[in-house]
């Protein structure tokens, strides 16, 4: 018996040739099939980026956080290709709510989506009654909460996200990198390969002439000052525009996602330029880089993927390059070394007097006695208290000082806030999150917290005694250096509150700022902290306040 030959079959019509059903299924299959083999040999499998099939511009498949405070995600339309090549399309915004007691925690869950054939318009012959069938598919999908990673085969995964029994909300990462429990984690989506761009073409040219500008200047920059970061831009920006050039980035989000890295670096840029020539920090052309940096940043806060976004993206960007092409015009001058110093003179012999008798030393007066903690404080320099995590001792002992707790502010609790007449106005933007960071100490703390764009913030700390002095600590997200706001006692300003330095690995610290106690003149103060930079964000998720006492 001769062996079956393998190949795709398909139908070859003649006159005279009578069809079945299973020869309409056998011409149909073969266009199926050959369509699935082109999606898995060209495309591979994964979330296609930037399709929208409902014709709007959301940038295609994506979960996201919802900030209603609960549980719940939404993922947005889109088309994504499973592991058979079958097209997955979703036309439709979908929100899904997770429950939590149907997951063994802590552990992480995913969300799936997955290809659906669905038989519909059902029909019966009526004259032969036997003759019925559905008369048409419809090649849909669903979405789907599971305990487990999908086979690419039966479904592809559009996030993953850990949970925990204390996770009260699910929100976007903050640092997609390292997303914390409760955070959307978006690492492991695969994507579908796509050849071409959907980019405008004139939107196209103008990102490939920045970034020949962008690596040309950052270049100058790093060698006038031998700044590294300023070097790795140049280099980052090099292969983003080998991208654009080989028609690599296809979709607005990939180039806007992969130009996030090079704001990112150019915010390191500015710490490390910050620390090392401090003399040029007030420089116009370093406070426009600075400023359209900081930007830069406030768009990537919550990016919108469109053709006016990008625009926009791209005149900050040309701003920040053309003041860093200033920076690398400006002379800078290497120090100066010390000059040798003179040997001295060998001093000419004298004659020696016969020496007087000594004097009576005098009697010592006794040294005051140093500050002790009181019982029960617990003795912390300035570094440490920063670094301190969990909940804030009752009694500290501080530079010398004895200092008690006096008040606390937990943050999004209607009843403390509202006690404590607290209150955000004048923002350009603000928002209420529930964050998991770690301390310097690896202690995971979640938190719930504020944060406002310009404006200003207000609270009163209570129980006080007028004429001592304060310290003001606040939890904070340390990620990002360079926020200043001016504080404000009574409506009288104390000073300014700077945040300096940043840690993107350990993210929570206990920012302070001292109040002398002259400002302190009565038992109730009311805070006000004021945004100096409008677009840098000013982020708090717990409140304390520490007297001096005798």
């Not at 099939?53 to 405070?69: A, D, E, H, T």
């Not at 940043?297 to 053309?322: M, S, V, W």
């Not at 690398?328 to 007087?356: N, R, S, T």
């Not at 610290?509 to 840098?536: C, H, M, Y």
Request: charged share 30%.
């Amino acid at each position: 018996m001769a062996e079956e030959k393998k190949g795709y079959l398909r139908l070859n019509h003649f006159h005279g040739l009578r069809l079945e059903s299973t020869d309409f299924q056998v011409g149909e299959r073969y266009h199926l099939e050959k369509k699935k083999l082109h999606n898995r040999a060209l495309h591979g499998y994964g979330v296609v980026e930037g399709y929208d099939p409902s014709g709007g511009s959301n940038g295609g498949l994506r979960v996201v956080g919802r900030r209603r405070g609960d549980l719940s995600i939404e993922i947005s339309p889109g088309y994504a290709i499973d592991g058979e090549g079958n097209d997955v399309f979703l036309y439709e915004t979908e929100v899904k709510t997770i429950d939590p007691t149907k997951f063994r925690l802590p552990g992480d869950i995913f969300v799936v989506i997955k290809y659906v054939d669905e038989p519909t318009d059902f029909v019966v012959n009526a004259a032969n009654p036997k003759y019925k069938g559905h008369r048409r598919v419809l090649e849909t999908s669903k979405v789907e909460i599971v305990a487990s990673e999908p086979d690419p085969e039966e479904g592809i995964e559009l996030a993953r996200i850990h949970l925990t029994p204390d996770v009260t909300e699910i929100t976007d990462a903050r640092d997609p990198a390292d997303p914390q429990p409760g955070e959307i984690d978006l690492r492991f989506v695969p994507k579908a390969g796509v050849v071409g761009t959907r980019i405008d073409s004139q939107l196209r040219l103008r990102l490939a002439e920045q970034l020949e500008l962008l690596g040309r200047e950052f270049g100058k920059m790093g060698r006038k000052f031998k700044l590294m970061t300023a070097h790795t831009i140049r280099g980052s920006a090099i292969a983003l525009l080998n991208f654009v050039i080989a028609n690599m980035l296809a979709t607005l989000r990939q180039a806007v996602d992969m130009y996030r890295l090079v704001v990112q670096m150019e915010d390191d840029l500015l710490a490390e330029f910050q620390e090392r020539y401090p003399d040029f920090t007030d420089t116009r052309e370093f406070l426009n880089f600075k400023e359209n940096v900081q930007g830069l940043l406030h768009l990537f806060r919550a990016p919108k993927y469109t053709g006016d976004e990008f625009n926009a993206l791209l005149n900050y960007q040309q701003k920040a390059i053309d003041a860093v092409a200033g920076l690398a015009e400006m002379e800078v001058k290497e120090p100066e070394p010390e000059p040798e110093p003179e040997p001295e003179p060998e001093p000419a012999p004298v004659a020696v007097a016969a020496a007087p008798p000594p004097a009576p030393e005098p009697e010592p007066e006794p040294e005051p006695a140093k500050p002790t903690p009181k019982p029960g404080a617990k003795s912390l320099t300035w570094d440490e208290l920063q670094k301190l995590s969990g909940e804030l001792p009752d009694m500290i002992f501080l530079e010398g000082k004895n200092y008690k707790k006096k008040d606390e502010i937990t943050l999004l609790d209607k009843k403390d806030e509202a006690d404590h007449n607290f209150k955000m106005d004048e923002f350009k933007d603000q928002w209420s999150t529930n964050q998991t960071f770690k301390y310097p100490d690896g202690t995971t703390i979640s938190s719930k917290g504020r944060a406002h764009v310009g404006g200003y913030s207000q609270w009163d700390f209570k129980n006080l005694e007028p004429g001592k002095e304060l310290i003001i600590a606040k939890r904070i997200d340390y990620a990002y250096s360079g926020l200043v706001t001016g504080i404000y006692v009574d409506g009288e300003k104390v000073g300014e509150w700077k945040i300096d330095g940043q840690d993107r690995k350990y993210r929570w610290r206990n920012w302070l700022f001292r109040i002398p106690g002259e400002f302190v003149k009565r038992d109730t103060a009311t805070i006000k902290q004021v945004s100096i930079d409008a677009e840098r964000e000013v982020n708090m998720f717990k409140l304390w306040c520490y007297q001096e006492v005798d």
